[in-house]
């Protein structure tokens, strides 16, 4: 089992930076796929991106190539998440999610997750 915390939340402004982190308990966090996903207020949670166990690979929306950059440090049981070119439709909670399955490696779906953190807010002012 994992616990996952997010932070790095914030009010920024359109075309700011912000990175999120996510600290994951437990001495088993590279057995984990890592996936960040979010949800605007009154839509469905979304997809944002996916890293492997290993970090060699990463997927990323649509909305977010080129944008956003997910990294993950097995040593420091950390996943993050680095926003650039902030947009005012990034407003949302974020949300990290561990995948335990080998099945799952880059997983866009919320069902392929074991376990979430709480989320931090993201508030992009235009």
């Known amino acids: 089992q994992v616990q996952l915390v997010e932070s790095g939340g914030g009010l920024v402004q359109a075309g700011d930076s912000l990175r999120l982190s996510c600290a994951a308990s437990?001495?088993?966090?590279?057995?984990?796929?890592m996936g960040w996903f979010r949800q605007a207020p009154g839509k469905e949670r979304d997809f944002v991106a996916a890293?492997?166990?290993?970090?060699?690979?990463?997927y990323y929306a649509d909305s977010v190539k080129g944008r956003f950059t997910i990294s993950r440090d097995n040593a420091k049981n950390a996943v993050y998440l680095r926003m650039n070119s902030l947009k005012a439709e990034d407003t949302a909670v974020y949300y990290c999610?561990?995948?335990?399955?080998?099945?799952?490696?880059?997983?866009?779906?919320?069902?392929?997750?074991?376990?979430w953190g709480q989320g931090t807010q993201v508030t992009v002012s235009s």
């Open positions: 437990g001495r088993t966090f590279s057995s984990y796929a």
């Open positions: 890293i492997s166990r290993s970090g060699d690979s990463t």
């Open positions: 999610a561990a995948a335990g399955s080998f099945r799952v490696r880059l997983g866009k779906y919320g069902y392929e997750y074991d376990y």
